[in-house]
């Protein structure tokens, strides 16, 4: 869009050039001699924006060296890193449809948070107005050092930390200069094992040759055969399978109060719903097997609720490690013993894709809102390569008659 109405402003410090971006009044600091950034002053009024640049200014000075800081420089308004950890947390408890979030992702930002803390006691960092860029990048080679977190982890904790700073200059408990935009590009690949058709199959059938694990074995083919989470397995209800349209439908039940009081509630990633066509394999294991009153398909060892961490655990101590021997993992490599619930759905996505499945049909199927995640998911093997490759014609068909002869 256009920009409106720019002008040089002439700080005490700097120079800067002022203008508008969608009502927003921004600070542009690259000019010859200086690389201060662009800043939005978080303001739609001009005297407002004016009062916020020179506090920017001031705040550049001292950064540069130009200027010493007051020790420590702390706002009146600023909170200490562990205040301002539970002012937004607590904020994170709103219901959703007024910016909370869910259970599952507060435990989440907890985690993030003890780790955030710990580096900031570490760093001699008190408070949030010294969270900075230089700050928060530190952070991250300190998660990637000590913690050796992956690449995509690292970035969904400081993409937190950003938000949390975000959030506090919103609501005044900081300067709109405080806040800063972090360009953290997305890391490639996953760190998840995919399996083999061939080690899917051995792990059913050692799960069906031990009574203890048939449970387990049932659950792995639905998994194989869905690509659901094993939350959203754990939660697959009869009324959710349509045998008469050979289709399983998925609905998000947050909007649903009755569900939410009663503990049952499904959440779906995303928020969206989806239908997935039942495959053959699934339904002829779901007709053999009982219905409970709860209404819940599949169950757990004791035949209550199925637990995504007891069945992880299940999953690698009773039947991957039995089975590591006849599926070595190469030293240094990720491998089957590696292995984990959430493989099943990368395995779900690249058979089906093998076996000629759209990428429309993929992300219908998996729920995502577009085929960028599939590069994930789809894990093409070193033998589908070669057999594509012996049926390409590249020069035409070679005759005997055209193939040079050797001289007698």
């Known amino acids: 869009m256009p920009r409106a109405s720019t ?6 410090y700097f120079v800067w050039r002022l203008f508008q971006r969608q009502g927003v009044w921004y600070a542009d600091g690259r000019r010859a001699g200086q690389n201060l950034g662009k800043h939005s002053l978080e303001s739609r009024d001009r005297d407002a924006a004016l009062r916020a640049l020179q506090e920017l200014d001031l705040h550049m000075a001292i950064r540069a060296g130009l200027v010493e800081a007051e020790e420590p420089q702390i706002l009146e308004t600023d909170l200490s890193i562990v205040d301002g950890w539970a002012t937004y947390l607590l904020r994170c408890e709103d219901p959703e449809i007024l910016g909370g979030v869910s259970p599952a992702t507060r435990k989440r930002y907890r985690a993030v948070q003890d780790k955030h803390i710990q580096f900031c006691a570490v760093s001699g960092i008190a408070c949030w107005s010294q969270v900075d860029k230089k700050a928060t990048n530190d952070y991250g080679r300190w998660l990637a050092k000590k913690k050796s977190l992956a690449d995509r982890t690292i ?7 950003c938000s949390v700073v975000k959030w506090l200059v919103e609501q005044n408990h ?9 360009k953290l590009s997305k890391p490639d690949g996953t760190t998840t094992f995919c399996y083999t058709k061939d080690q899917v199959r051995r792990m059913i059938g050692y799960c069906d040759a031990e009574p203890a694990l048939g449970w387990l074995g049932r659950v792995i083919t639905a998994l194989a055969t869905t690509g659901l989470r094993i939350n959203e397995l754990a939660k697959l209800r009869w ?5 008469a349209a050979d289709t399983i439908r998925l609905t998000d039940e947050r909007a649903r109060p009755r569900r939410r009081q009663s503990g049952s509630e499904r959440r779906v990633k995303g928020k969206r719903g989806r239908a997935l066509p039942l495959n053959p394999a699934l339904r002829s294991l779901l007709l053999q097997l009982p219905r409970h009153k709860d209404g ?3 169950r757990s060892k004791s035949g209550g609720k199925l637990n995504d961490r007891r069945a992880l655990e299940a999953l690698q101590n009773r039947v991957i490690m039995p089975l590591v021997e006849e599926f070595p993992t190469p030293e240094g490599e990720i491998g089957f013993e590696q292995g984990t619930n959430h493989g099943f759905r990368h395995y779900f996505a690249s058979e089906a894709f093998r076996n000629g499945a759209t990428e ?18 789809r894990h093409l ?24 002869k050797n001289s007698a």
Do not use: K
């Open 7 to 12: 002008s040089t402003i002439a700080c005490r």
């Open 155 to 161: 970035v969904l904790e400081l993409n937190l930390v």
């Open 174 to 182: 900081l300067p709109p200069h405080c806040r800063f935009l972090l």
């Open 239 to 243: 009324t959710d399978i349509d045998f």
């Open 296 to 298: 819940l398909v599949f």
């Open 360 to 377: 429309a049909q993929l992300v219908a199927w998996l729920g995502h809102r577009d085929s960028q995640l599939l590069q994930i998911y």
């Open 381 to 404: 093997r070193p033998e589908d390569g070669h057999r594509q490759m012996q049926r390409v014609d590249f020069l035409g068909p070679c005759e005997e008659s055209q193939r040079p």
